[in-house]
């Protein structure tokens, strides 16, 4: 196994969890950020597309020690993620799955826009809590 994959599982395991595949390496983290103090508490979150409500920075979640996530997909595609506990303007769409879970124990589901069908992020539940990882890029406030 390659050094930097071996570092990364080390510090990975205290905060994430995941799986390193010999044929797909993903998963991995690569920064965390803080969650954010602008705005106020009941500021609106909006889809970038259609400008649907979709939360609030006061729904803003920390799983894991932090709010935001980047992670990458199995073809590689980097996602920056935040954490929400409800997301009133998305729908969880599709069959809950474990596979390439970014979060341990959490199956995921795809996360739509209500107002647009645009796909924002993905929906997280371990049966005992969920939470909404939505990609940030997707989103304005
Ligand atoms: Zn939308």
């Not at 994430?16 to 103090?37: A, I, L, T």
């Not at 390439?100 to 959490?106: A, D, E, H, K, V």
Request: proline content about 3%; hydrophobic content about 35%.
């Amino acid at each position: 196994m390659p050094l930097w994959i071996t570092t990364v599982a080390i510090q990975a395991s205290k905060v994430y969890s995941f799986k390193v595949d010999r044929k797909n390496s993903f998963g991995r983290p690569c920064s965390q950020g803080k969650r954010r103090s602008r705005g106020t508490l009941s500021s609106a979150v909006y889809c970038k597309a259609c400008a649907q409500a979709i939360t609030t920075i006061d729904q803003q979640l920390t799983v894991n020690t932090s709010f935001r996530h980047t992670f990458f997909n199995p073809t590689g595609i980097v996602f920056q993620l935040g954490c929400y506990k409800k997301a009133h303007g998305c729908e969880a769409v599709g069959v809950p799955s474990s596979e390439f879970s970014w979060f341990n124990g959490y199956l995921w589901t795809f996360a739509l826009c209500s107002g647009c069908q645009s796909h924002l992020g993905w929906f997280f539940d371990s049966g005992s809590s969920s939470f909404w990882g939505l990609i940030l890029n997707k989103l304005k406030e």
